[in-house]
């Protein structure tokens, strides 16, 4: 694959993943202070459960995007 495609994708994943933080924010799991808990089974608790998977996908693409535009950069 040629530089230009990598950073491309890698941009492209980049751009995506912080899109999707920037709506949904970090995971529950990585942001300081009180998180929101909600009774087990209850479609709050769903909604939340939901809300993190959003969230550490954006993460992952954010991660990812940045490291294949690098590696396409340096390559």
Known sequence: MSEFWMMAL???????????????????????????IAEEGTPAAAGLF???????IGLTLLVVGTAITIWGYVV
């Not at 939901?50 to 550490?56: A, T």
């Open 50 to 56: 939901w809300l993190d998977q959003y969230s550490y």
């Open 10 to 36: 890698g941009l492209g994943m980049a751009f995506q993943g912080a899109l999707i933080i920037w709506v949904g924010g970090l995971p529950r799991a990585l942001t300081p202070g009180e998180t929101l």
